[in-house]
């Protein structure tokens, strides 16, 4: 959508805040959240409302402009313009593209607006970043596929479903994942996946299927769990049993059903209300006129800006064996939403129910 809709607002004009210790006028401020796209459930579900939620808590009186680009680099750029002619003080920004943002991101500053950049950097001025570790997101996907694999791995082969190379954030993905893989198991052939497109991991998993042989698949390494889901029809629709080892990440509820039924080995938990309340936290301080030494604890470049303040998450990853200790006891999920009917007695396996 191209059109930016107000949130929320609450609070008194001209009251103070026991938290803020700023003046009453600087408490009032308007911030902007820009997210990329809406192919993953995770943005609309829990980043958007946990990012209201911390603001509200942080700053009684400020107010929230949202928009998604859904995937268009024109679109986000058009709904950067709008929030600056808006007056808001401070952006979180998830870009479309890392580099096509730039512009924006310029405009914004010229305009004394500080941009978080948001689960990807975005080349620019930006003042500040918050995100996982990314590259250790991709380790951990391909420790787990070779865990999988077992003795497996030595003569084996896979296959490679990455995300689109056009960010810093895809290109960690990657490259993490063959810091595990390279040298312990062939990789047989390998997709980058444009736009995160469930239905191309499935045709591109059709191809590799055809070219390598069903019988010559031993694991899949999928960049995230709607990449996976697209594998796994595949797999199924070639009359593959057992599955193979599936990675994935988000850990959204489909994927963490398929990780219940064994059709997913695995995908990777980044616990959304850290990284929501991290830059939610750095926009007020921002938004005030603060400094971030006692938010961020470390810096990360880009081609255009230096010693960028930087929050970066440690991910976790989620087997069956431990989603009742992740994403259950987070509140990601409740047990009655992962445990629906048809999955009962994989639940009851896994230890979830009684």
């Not at 990329?36 to 409302?49: A, L, M």
């Not at 893989?181 to 191309?200: A, P």
């Not at 209300?273 to 939610?280: I, L, M, P, R, Y």
């Amino acid at each position: 959508m191209s059109l930016v809709v107000s949130l929320a607002a609450c609070g008194t004009d001209g009251e103070t805040t026991d938290s803020g210790g700023t003046a009453a006028g600087k408490d009032g401020f308007t911030v902007g959240l820009l997210f990329s796209q809406i192919v993953q459930t995770r943005w609309e579900k829990f980043d958007k409302p946990l990012i209201e939620k911390k603001l509200k808590e942080l700053c009684e009186d400020c107010t929230l402009e949202y928009a998604n680009a859904e995937g268009d680099v024109a679109t986000q750029q058009q709904q950067v313009d709008t929030l600056i002619n808006k007056d808001i003080e401070v952006l979180i920004l998830s870009a479309v593209n890392f580099r096509s943002l730039s512009p924006a991101v310029k405009r914004a500053h010229d305009a004394g607006i500080p941009v978080v950049a948001y689960d990807g950097l975005v080349e620019g001025p930006i003042s500040a970043y918050v995100s996982f570790d990314n590259e250790r997101v991709g380790e951990l996907q391909g420790e787990a596929l070779l865990k999988a694999l077992g003795d497996k791995a030595d003569d084996g082969q896979i296959v490679m479903m990455n995300g689109p190379q056009t960010s810093p954030t895809n290109i960690a993905f990657k490259k993490g994942a063959l810091s595990a893989l390279e040298g312990k198991v062939k990789i047989g052939k390998t997709y980058d996946i444009q736009g995160w497109k469930q239905e191309s991991a499935h045709t591109n998993m059709v191809r590799a299927i055809a070219a390598l042989g069903a019988d010559s698949i031993d694991g899949v390494y999928a960049a995230n769990d709607g990449l996976a889901a697209g594998v796994i029809s595949a797999l199924k629709a070639a009359g593959i049993e057992p599955l193979p080892p599936v990675t994935g990440q988000d850990a959204d509820l489909a994927a963490v059903q398929h990780i219940l039924r064994g059709e997913q080995y695995m995908s990777v938990y980044k616990p959304f209300k850290a990284e929501a309340d991290a830059a939610a936290e750095m926009a007020v301080a921002l938004g005030r006129g603060e400094n971030l030494d006692d938010i961020a604890d470390t810096t990360v470049d880009t081609p255009t800006t230096k010693d960028i303040p930087a929050i970066l998450l440690d991910p976790i990853p989620v087997t069956v064996d431990n989603i009742k200790d992740t994403v259950i006891k987070d509140g990601v999920y409740t047990t009655d939403q992962v445990c629906t009917p048809r999955f009962e007695s994989a639940c009851e396996e896994a230890g979830l129910t009684e």
